[in-house]
């Protein structure tokens, strides 16, 4: 099957955060399985042209958008083996994949160049998979069934209603605005999202972003299907990132203190390179994420001043596209120093990622709603246990170690439920006393943890199988 997907991130040429990883993860995946996939993703001003092979133009055209004709290169190229469309036009000369004053615009211009180009017969394919309102216009502009996902529904394209776009009502909201993802769920004939608990919270009226009539309308044809992690992209068996390779495949109590030393080896190297000091049983906590409301970062700051307080150590890796986060965060780095048992690195960095999974004992993930949540999976590889929210995808992914519900083999981490102080207080100390007092259970739960099969081996198969009906309507 020939698989053409639509995206504006992918890992690692152009990741902000899941979204990328989830495109590249499940594309490497369906290579693996013999099938074609092509992604179409704008040739950014930021894109890292080093991990590109084989880039060449392949085409130039002009559009007339808005009343303007612009030019637009056609490049092609792969990554990693996955065969890429870049749109080349004036919009993309950006740093930024997200943001500023055009970005509907720009998007939608992106999706008006792909169609473009599929109508040029270029490529034979079978299925469209688009992904997010920044590609949901397509469902619409090509006349051939479409699968969209949804990463995350609070993101949706909103603007003024643009006459000029031509489309349908579909992508009009009751106040008369334009609306891209409501258009795009309208009109796809498949639509997904990122893990089976989300699929349900969508549609109630909290967790449906004020689209709940057109989700429950269009019910019947929305799929939860959870999200993978790349078993090669995050191995820390060969993760090249990592000073010390550990193998965490076949996880057993036979194998547990290779995975042990592997884990104190890497932690010591990464504390030492920030300036901290280390010290084998103090437990290290970790958080990497997009430091926006979704992720709670009042009670990521509050879980680093408590571990703190308790002897522990924490590494906090951010940004915020939000610019009093951004300072709240560089103010608490400057009161980590003081005592140098945190630190609040405010950067993207992939690489210095990798070693935060390996090095940490313990990840909190203290999100108010998660679609998915991907470093929960991959704290687990790395044999990191998770502190989490029970919410969203982290519902279906981490069970608490004092969870009645499911049997004592299949839990891996500690959760709670409500996202306040009172819940992560609940959550971190009972993880951190496990850590200090009942080091034989922690290692149980981390071997049960690393046992799970988070890879996009076993979930391809559903997107597979959605693929192959949208075949069929063709
Ligand atoms: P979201 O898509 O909402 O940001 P996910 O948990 O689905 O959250 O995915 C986050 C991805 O982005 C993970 O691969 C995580 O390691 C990565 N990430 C988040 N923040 C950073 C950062 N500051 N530096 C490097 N990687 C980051």
């Not at 010591?268 to 926006?292: C, D, E, F, H």
């Not at 210095?352 to 990840?363: E, G, P, R, T």
């Not at 981490?413 to 992560?424: A, S």
Request: with cysteine; net charge neutral; proline share 5%.
């Amino acid at each position: 099957m020939h698989i053409v997907q639509a995206t504006p991130e992918l890992t690692p040429i152009a990741k902000v955060g899941g979204l990328g990883d989830v495109v590249y993860g499940l594309s490497k995946e369906l290579l693996r399985q013999g099938h074609t996939v092509s992604c179409f993703l704008p040739k950014y001003a930021s894109l890292d042209l080093r991990l590109l092979k084989n880039l060449k133009s392949l085409k130039q055209f002009t559009l007339n958008h808005s009343g303007k004709e612009i030019t637009i290169t056609l490049f092609s190229a792969t990554c990693e083996g996955i065969d890429l469309f870049l749109i080349d036009a004036p919009q993309f000369q950006t740093q930024e994949i997200y943001g500023g004053d055009n970005e509907i615009d720009r998007f939608f211009f992106f999706c008006k160049s792909i169609q473009h180009v599929l109508e040029l017969k270029l490529i034979s394919y079978d299925v469209l998979h688009l992904h997010d309102w920044t590609t949901s216009a397509l469902t619409y502009l090509i006349k051939k069934p479409s699968l969209l996902t949804i990463h995350n529904l609070r993101y949706q394209g909103k603007s003024d209603w643009n006459p000029s776009y031509s489309l349908p009502l579909s992508f009009c909201d009751d106040a008369g605005d334009l609306n891209l993802l409501k258009g795009g769920i309208e009109t796809a004939d498949c639509v997904t999202t990122v893990s089976p608990s989300y699929a349900k919270e969508i549609q109630s009226i909290d967790g449906s972003c004020e689209l709940q009539t057109t989700i429950l309308q269009n019910a019947s044809k929305i799929h939860g299907i959870l999200n993978g992690i790349d078993a090669h992209f995050w191995d820390p068996g060969s993760d090249p990132h990592l000073p010390f390779h550990y193998n965490t495949s076949h996880p057993s109590k036979k194998t547990l203190p290779q995975i042990k030393e592997g884990k104190q080896k890497n932690k010591q190297a990464l504390l030492t390179k920030l300036g901290m000091a280390y010290q084998p049983n103090t437990p290290l906590v970790s958080t990497i994420a997009r430091l926006v409301p979704q992720k709670s970062p009042q009670l990521i700051k509050h879980a680093i001043l408590s571990t703190i307080k308790q002897k522990g150590q924490f590494l906090l890796l951010g940004s915020s596209p939000i610019r009093e986060i951004e300072q709240e965060f560089q103010d608490l780095q400057k009161e980590c120093q003081k005592s140098n048992q945190g630190r609040v690195l405010m950067l993207n960095d992939e690489s210095l990622a990798h070693q935060i999974y390996a090095a940490s004992d313990l990840f909190l993930i203290p999100s108010l709603f998660e679609p998915c949540g991907l470093t929960q999976m991959i704290a687990l590889k790395y044999g990191t246990l998770p502190i989490a929210r029970i919410t969203g995808g982290l519902a279906d992914t981490v069970f608490d170690v004092d969870t009645a519900k499911i049997p004592e083999e299949k839990r891996n981490g500690f959760t709670f439920d409500f996202p306040d102080e009172e819940g992560v207080n609940w959550a971190l100390n009972r993880a951190l006393n496990y850590y200090t007092n009942e080091p034989e259970k922690f290692s149980s739960l981390m071997l049960q943890g690393m046992s799970y099969d988070f890879s996009w081996k076993t979930r391809t198969a559903s997107y597979l199988a959605l693929y192959s009906k949208l075949c069929k309507k063709s």
